[in-house]
Each structure stands twice: as C-alpha cells, then as structure tokens.
C-alpha cells in the first residue's frame, strides 16, 4: 500500500477533499493510506509555540525550526525511506512527471507550512521542495491535497479505464487532452463537431490528436 504523511497544523483540512471521489475509493480499498500529523504536537515548550517573527525584521510570522524538524524525524522513524517534500512557492513546479515519479516510492511525506513560511535551516531536512504554481497560497495545505491527488489517481488499480493513463501519459509530454463532448448534440445552439458522430474511428483518432496539438500551442 502507498502511504501519505502529510506534516500540517491543520490536519482537518484534508478531511472532507479525502472523504470523496477518487481519493475517498482509493483509501477505502486499502490502495493508499493517509496520515495527516499535526506539527505542534511536536512542540516541547509550555504554549506549544510552532511560529516566531523573522531575525531582521519584517512582517509575518515563520515556522520554527524544532517542532518541524522534530515531525519529520517523527514521519522518517515511521518510514526510513520516506521521500520529504516541502510545499513553498519557492520550490521546483510540480507537474504530472513528478507525480508519476512519486508513484513509484513506496510512499511520501508533505510538508505544509503556514504564516510566512519557513525558517530557511528546515530546508536541510527536506528531499525536495515544490510550489504549485507562481502564486502565494495561505498555505501549503491546497498544495499538498493537489500533489497527493495527483499521485493517488495514478497509482495502479485506481482509475477504472486503463485509457486513462495513457491520457496521462499524453500530458505529460506537455499535450493537453482534446475537446470532449456528450449529449445532447445541440445545446443552445451550438453541436458536436460531425466527426465525432460520423463512427469512423480513424478519422476521430485524426481529429482528436490534432485537436490536443492545437490546443497545447495556444496555452504555452
Ligand atoms: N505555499 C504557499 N504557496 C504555495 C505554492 N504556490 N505552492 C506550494 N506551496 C505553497
């Protein structure tokens, strides 16, 4: 079984986004397991303190250093070959290569800071650093629960159709999926394009690569 451990102060936050669809199947069939471990129970001092202001000044507030370096001992005691991962905008994108590579550890450990982010030292700890995106998030709990569903819908036995993963393996060479439609053929106005309702598989095969490959042009 793949196992997640995900290093958080919010460890609610993952409750309801695992308790449905894909990932809610996924756990209940025993494909994956999901450990969300609050960080400031790793805090030894009286007020259970996991933040502080930075050295120099400026606003905000940063994760200390010892009770997150302490959580992580704590996820690699659990798991000696776990693969840690910080969230931070400051970190290499994530992309669907990544999440393929991630499917092949036997599992990973996110780490989810909040406030300003972290004390520069708690890098050293880590095995990678990822952002979701060029954007800030309040924290990097939307970013792990991206990671971790990213990961959980490749891992094998997940996705019902086999055709799926090819899909994915279609984007990860940096090509977007095709334009799909169903029912009804005309809505408001607008069909389907004919080849789709022609049945000739050769031409939809045509139509749809050439579809994806315009598509990926525009959005680069
Ligand atoms: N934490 C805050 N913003 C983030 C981002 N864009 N990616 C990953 N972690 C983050």
Redesign the pocket.
């Known amino acids: 079984m793949f196992y997640a451990q995900i290093l958080t102060l919010f460890p609610e936050f993952f409750d309801s986004p695992l308790s449905c669809s894909i990932p809610k199947r996924a756990i209940e069939a025993g494909i994956v397991s999901v450990d969300a471990i609050q960080i400031r129970d790793f805090a030894t001092d009286k007020h259970h303190k996991v933040d502080d202001s930075p050295y120099g000044g400026g606003p905000g507030m940063l994760m200390k250093p010892e009770p997150v370096v302490a959580s992580i001992r704590a996820a690699r005691d659990r798991h000696p070959d776990t693969h840690v991962v910080m ?3 400051s ?1 290499a994108r994530f992309t669907q290569a990544k999440a393929l590579e991630f499917t092949e550890k036997s599992g990973i450990t996110l780490l989810c ?1 909040r406030y300003e982010g972290f004390d520069e030292r708690i890098c050293d700890y880590v095995d990678e650093e ?4 060029d ?3 309040s ?2 709990e939307p ?1 792990a629960l991206c990671v971790l569903d990213a990961v959980i819908r490749l891992l094998p036995e997940v996705l019902g159709s086999p055709e799926s993963a090819v899909l994915d393996s279609f984007t990860e060479e940096g090509i977007l999926d095709w334009p799909h439609y169903t029912r009804p053929e005309m809505f408001e106005g607008k069909g389907v394009p004919e080849v789709l309702l022609s049945g000739n598989h050769a031409e939809i095969e045509k139509w749809r690569t050439a579809q994806a490959i315009k598509r990926s042009k525009k959005r680069v």
């Open positions: 969230l931070t905008p970190g800071g990822l952002s979701l995106g954007y800030v998030l924290g990097g970013a």
